[in-house]
Nanobody, 130 residues
Framework: VQLQASGGGLAQAGGSLRLSCAAS????????VGWFRQAPGKEREGLAC????????HYADSVKGRFTISSDSAKNTVDLQMKNLTLEDTAVYYC????????????????????????WGKGTLVTVSS
């Protein structure tokens, strides 16, 4: 599946931004879609993932309560709503996907790692300013 992340840009600290991940090539089906980010000089970090087959979600502790992952079946997108942004949220954000049928919390946690995903889209830059 081909993925394209969009919605990045400049945001104020304390503000909100919504990212969207569009899929093409195959229907998402039994995929788990995740959002990741990579800040300069840091490793890629998993933020949230969602199972499109049953709606299960998993969040990294660093964004729990601030970021919300959701799907829009009509648009075939998976979105990441981000609020209360801080300077530390500045990064390139990526969406990724893996075909998976096991969606236990443990399995979702493993998938929310860079090696847990198979297909990656190009990133979208989010810059948070004070």
């Amino acid at each position: 599946v081909q993925l394209q992340a969009s919605g990045g840009g400049l945001a104020q600290a304390g503000g909100s931004l919504r990212l969207s991940c569009a899929a093409s090539g195959r229907t998402f089906g039994a995929y788990v879609v995740g959002w990741f980010r990579q800040a300069p000089g840091k490793e890629r970090e998993g933020l949230a993932c969602l199972s499109l087959s049953n709606g299960n979600t998993h969040y990294a502790d660093s964004v729990k309560g601030r970021f919300t992952i959701s799907s829009d079946s009509a648009k075939n997108t998976v979105d990441l709503q981000m609020k209360n942004l801080t300077l530390e949220d500045t990064a390139v954000y990526y969406c990724a996907a893996v075909e998976a049928r096991l969606t236990t919390p443990q399995a979702m946690a493993v998938m929310l790692t860079p090696h847990g995903m198979d297909d990656w889209g190009k990133g979208t830059l989010v810059t948070v300013s004070s």
